[in-house]
């Protein structure tokens, strides 16, 4: 069974300082997704990751994969308040075709 | 496009009635996800079709569960008998094939409440 794990679950930050938020998976997969979920609302793609060593930036977010290490890391530049809500981190197993298996989720709280 | 598309957005229901969720995926997705969030559990997937073809349902709780995709631009999920733990956000969600990434799209949900 694959698992997702997400480190921290919570994390409350102030602004201006960096942090990571990491994303460990148990089993082989080549596909990883990165979703932001405010309050009361959907979830919104953020990143699409689909090989090992691939690395993509948006604004003060940065995703990053190792498929070897099986862990993905979401890095926060320069947090500011917008960037409060729940970050999931979603694995889709190799052999489980388009199955998406998520992460508890880790909630984000930039204090001004 | 519009995106995809959930009706109701909330729902309000007593124990032993149906409720029935709908989905309109993006125009031209091939595959259509349903999941269910709750504190509890966490985000989970409950059913996915690839062309109107239901491929894996093993995340359906139990036999109270329902879902159809009559045509690729339809889906339903029912509950039958609704029991208070079904109360949850329901998520509709689709995605071109796995070529492409299968970058999955969600709706903005349905509030289901079962009193």
């Known amino acids: 069974e694959l698992k997702v794990e997400q480190n921290p679950l919570f994390l409350s930050m102030q602004e201006g300082k960096n942090y990571t938020i990491y994303c460990n998976y148990s089993t082989t997969s080549d596909r990883l997704y990165w979703y932001r979920q405010d309050p009361g609302k959907s979830l919104e793609s953020l990143f699409v990751l689909l090989s090992n060593g691939a690395v993509k930036q948006e604004g003060r977010l940065m995703a990053s994969l190792d498929t070897k290490a099986r862990l993905s890391t979401l890095h926060i530049t320069a947090a500011v308040h917008d960037l409060s809500a729940t970050y999931f981190c979603?694995?889709?197993?190799?052999?489980?075709?388009?199955?998406?298996?998520f992460g508890e989720g880790t909630q984000l709280t930039v204090n001004p | 496009d519009a995106g995809v598309i959930q009706s109701p957005r909330h729902e309000v229901t007593e124990m032993g009635q149906e409720v029935t969720l709908r989905c309109k995926p993006i125009s031209g997705h091939d595959y259509l996800f349903w999941y269910r969030q709750t504190m509890m559990r966490g985000l989970e997937l409950l059913i996915y079709?690839?062309?109107?073809?239901?491929?894996?349902d093993s995340g359906m709780p139990e036999d109270r569960f329902s879902a159809k995709m009559p045509n690729a631009s339809f889906s339903t999920l029912k509950i039958q008998p609704s029991e208070p733990r079904d109360s949850a956000v329901y998520f509709c969600?689709?995605?071109?094939?796995?070529?492409?990434?299968?970058?999955?799209?969600f709706g903005p949900g349905t509030r289901l409440t079962v009193l």
């Open positions: 979603a694995v889709v197993r190799e052999t489980s075709g388009s199955r998406l298996t």
């Open positions: 969600a689709s995605s071109f094939g796995t070529s492409l990434g299968d970058e999955q799209f």
């Open positions: 079709f690839n062309n109107n073809v239901p491929i894996d």
